[in-house]
T-cell receptor, first 117, second 116 residues
């Protein structure tokens, strides 16, 4: 069974600075996707960034980028130029590429990010 | 239209009440999900529907009864709930299952349920 581990329950960053959230996972599959979701106090789960396991190039979306280390099974999220609106709960999630019969997302426990003005 | 809508946003109910949560999407997605989320925890999968058929029931108590009347609509019927069922209930959708798909699950904003 696949597992996702986020070892940082809480993180804090100064506005305009850079922060990195950690995520490790365990799987025996070779074809899968990894996601970072953001959940602000408004509750809506929003996709931040995704990575396909077969792509060596790290995904980037504006101020958000990942460091994907497939051999180490590590998938960290870097937020550059942090903004107050980045404050939220961040969940790392895993999904098999073919989705099986469920397409289930396997979530980590989450990291609560605070941004200080 | 790239969103999942959920109604109501908030619901307070007694343990003897019967209520329903509604989820709707018009993206043509064929997989829909119900999750339960407690505060500061990740979402926990409850049910998965694939092509309007129940695909997964994660050993959810029978006081929760899902229904998928059509490909755009997902309901969760609630009856005789307990206070520990108070949580945020999230609905999500995905284009399809069983084929390789790069797409993420799209989440609704959730229904905050309080059981008194």
């Amino acid at each position: 069974a696949q597992t996702v581990t986020q070892s940082q329950p809480e993180m804090s960053v100064q506005e305009a600075e850079t922060v990195t959230l950690s995520c490790t996972y365990d799987t025996s599959e070779s074809d899968y996707y990894l996601f970072w979701y953001k959940q602000p106090p408004s509750r809506q789960m929003i996709l931040v960034i995704r990575q396909e396991a077969y792509k060596q190039q790290n995904a980037t979306e504006n101020r958000f980028s990942v460091n994907f280390q497939k051999a180490a099974k590590s998938f960290s999220l870097k937020i550059s130029d942090s903004q107050l609106g980045d404050a939220a709960m961040y969940f790392c999630a895993y999904r098999s590429a073919y989705g099986g019969s469920q397409g289930n997302l396997i979530f980590g426990k989450g990291t609560k990010l605070s941004v200080k003005p | 239209d790239t969103e999942v809508t959920q109604t109501p946003k908030h619901l307070v109910m007694g343990m003897t009440n019967k209520k329903s949560l509604k989820c709707e999407q018009h993206m043509g997605h064929r997989a829909m999900y119900w999750y339960k989320q407690k505060a500061k925890k990740p979402p926990e999968l409850m049910f998965v529907y694939s092509y309007e058929k129940l695909s997964i029931n994660e050993s959810v108590p029978s006081r929760f009864s899902p229904e998928c009347p059509n490909s755009s609509l997902l309901n969760l019927h609630l009856h005789a709930l307990q206070p520990e069922d108070s949580a945020l209930y999230l609905c999500a959708s995905h284009p399809t299952l069983g084929v390789r798909s790069y797409n993420e699950q799209f989440f609704g904003p959730g229904t905050r349920l309080t059981v008194l």
